[in-house]
């Protein structure tokens, strides 16, 4: 860290352009590890910049998926006690485009000191310069034509009207800093293109916004995806230009989120915002972690993390410079990791909204004489048995599908329920003598284990010939949670209703 920077200060800073990608969550929960860890302050900013771009309703999205994550704002744009966006902190306003002024005065600064020019080339000599260098096999760069331009040649197009942008001027020499991933970086100054600061519309381009914006709101370190490393050195000198080189933030460039293919993972490529995840039923927490180890290596054996645990242990010397590799198959086993750790209470709370958008599930609902309470309580039993194997809150209740349904709703074929070679007349025999056992079970003693120890003493060595139809008929699956369990869960009546409903159709 920068020994001039007295407190860790980090920023997040998107553009509202659609929703939060989990590229951004990735870099968002850096900053805000790093902070947390050092007793710092974790900034939200908000690159408006490009107007173009802007999609309405994004930067309030953006906000709430952050606090959906975990990831509490300290200062800048948040959520206000009225639920409305708000900007809080001494070093606003935190939203670029409310900062033109600012940016235009040190764009100024540059101009008057010669280390900036304006440059008024068209779009069209831009396209065609660019045309003959990729016919020359040259790199693309601004070969410098308005520089010559002498002051009052630039001004008398100024007051004509004529359209500009303000473009840096690259020193000669080598540009040398330091990363936390990359360690030295070395760059030989005439390989960089002359960066526009400032566009025709009088707003800057990120080169310039980010560089002001970060000293002036004292930031310590520019946690970013390694895509911005080779423009890290226009900024390195930027800093140097205004004078502020002894407050420049230390950079931390983090590796990319790859796809399959090794490449940058795409917002084109489906499912990658945060808000299509949390809208499938994944945790909060869950994300956070599998995110976490894309770009961040523990060295220990531990793959399950809570925020805390993250807090506590993360450390920038500890992330990687190869990108992670976004691999479904390891969320949803993160995310069972978490859901197992849960209570049935905080399972419940968390998963309810979702099992109340399945069909099934509103159409128990109306035809069910049960209490809320009752209802509740029902609900928290099939959540007991499904926890294990749950990677996700949409699948609750997916998969078993009979707890929701009347006995006169399930539908099979009898010849199914048979076990092995046994006929009609054997299931139905065993059927009749389950049963008489579960009848034989009182109210109070109506529990998982108790329905397991009488149905194994009656099936013995033929567990097949009785809890193979068992499970039939209390499920109208094949597969599904074992019949003691499901039995617990359906309760006496409802149970024996099914059996005996068997019984009389076989």
Known sequence: ????????????????????????????????????????????????????????????????????????IDEGVKIGETGKLVEEGEYGPYVQSKRLDIYRKYAEKLLEEGKAYRCFCSPERLAKLRQEQQKNKQAPKYDRHCLNLSAEEAQKKVEAGESYVVRFKIPKGETVFQDAVFGEVKIKNETLDDPIILKSDGFPTYHLASV???????????????EWLPSTPKHVLLYRALGWEKEMPYFVHMANILNKDKKKLSKREGSVSVEDFRNQGYPAEALINFIVLLGWNPKTEQEIFTMEELVEQFDLKKMNKAGGVFDLDRLNWISNQHIKRMSIDDLYNR????????????????????????????????????????????????????????????????????????????????????????????????????????????????????????????????????????????????????????????
Do not use: C
């Open 1 to 72: 860290m920068n020994k001039n920077h007295k407190r860790i200060r980090t920023r997040f800073a998107p553009s509202p352009t659609g929703e939060l990608h989990i590229g951004g969550l990735k870099t968002a929960l850096f900053d805000y590890l790093l902070a947390k860890q050092n007793g710092g302050d974790f900034i939200l900013r908000i690159e408006d910049t490009d107007q173009k771009r802007l999609v309405e309703g994004s930067m309030e999205r953006i906000v709430k998926s952050l606090k959906w994550a975990g990831l509490e």
């Open 212 to 226: 002001v914006d970060d000293y002036l709101m004292k930031i310590s370190h520019v946690i970013r995806g390694a």
């Open 351 to 506: 998963g309810i909204g979702f099992l109340g958008k399945h069909g099934f599930y509103q159409r128990f609902l109306k035809r069910t004489d049960l209490s809320v309470e009752e209802i509740k309580d029902y609900v928290k039993k099939v959540l007991r048995v499904e926890q294990e194997r749950l990677n996700k809150f949409t699948e609750i209740g997916v998969e078993n599908q009979f707890f929701f349904k009347t006995a006169e709703e399930l539908n099979f074929s009898l010849k199914d329920i048979h076990w092995k070679n046994n006929t009609a007349e054997d299931t139905k025999k065993a059927l009749i003598e389950v049963k008489k056992v579960l009848e034989d079970i009182p109210g109070e003693r109506w529990t998982e284990e108790y329905i397991q120890e009488q149905l194994l003493g009656l099936a013995g060595e033929k567990r097949g010939d009785y809890l193979f139809p068992l499970r039939w008929v209390l499920t109208g699956q094949k597969k599904s949670p074992s019949p003691f369990e499901v039995a617990w869960v359906l309760g006496k009546e409802e149970s024996l209703k099914r059996i005996e409903k068997a019984i009389s159709e076989l």
